[in-house]
């Protein structure tokens, strides 16, 4: 279960930081510390990551998840306005850090409920379709952006992989 759940917020992740967010959006978040941008993307963080957990009670994880996605960004833009640094890959690696640790503390408070007829093998295959819908840029961006992914997800990925399909 947890694992379903942690394929289901990285996706969610993945669809709010990449697809929901344009250029312009990115770009303007760093011209500002705060802006109305980082609402309107905290705004879309919640909603996908509340949607995509597939459970009403999840909403105060999907807050918590927001939040700190939110003070990521600010430290971001903090660095972009006032260094002119773009440290997406340590912004990235916050952003999943703290999904890891959201989600971790939700299967322990015992409220995960992600509904039985969702397999992580499905959702581990909607993950991966979701990074190819990403399309990176340039070949760097696929090196750079996606290698370290599949690496932190490496292990999880082979987990589910190994799992017998349920028969129907």
Not at 9 to 26: I, N, R
Not at 60 to 81: G, P, Q
Request: charged share 10%; aromatic share 14%.
């Amino acid at each position: 279960m947890i694992l379903t759940l942690l394929f289901l917020q990285l996706t969610a992740h993945l669809v709010a930081d990449f697809l929901l967010q344009s250029e312009h959006w990115s770009l303007q978040k760093g011209r500002k510390i705060i802006s109305k941008f980082h609402i309107w993307h905290i705004l879309i963080v919640f909603t996908s990551a509340w949607l995509f957990s597939l459970q009403w009670a999840f909403w105060s994880a999907a807050l918590a998840l927001s939040l700190l996605h939110f003070l990521t960004d600010i430290a971001k833009s903090f660095l972009r306005v006032k260094w002119n640094k773009d440290w997406f890959f340590i912004d990235q690696f916050i952003h999943i850090v703290i999904i890891i640790v959201i989600v971790w503390l939700y299967e322990q408070s015992g409220d995960n409920q992600v509904p039985a007829f969702i397999s992580t093998k499905t959702v581990a295959i909607i993950f991966a379709y979701t990074c190819v819908l990403n399309h990176p840029i340039s070949s760097s961006d696929i090196f750079f952006a996606t290698l370290p992914s599949l690496h932190l997800l490496r292990q999880p990925m082979k987990t589910v992989m190994d799992c017998p399909m349920p028969a129907n």
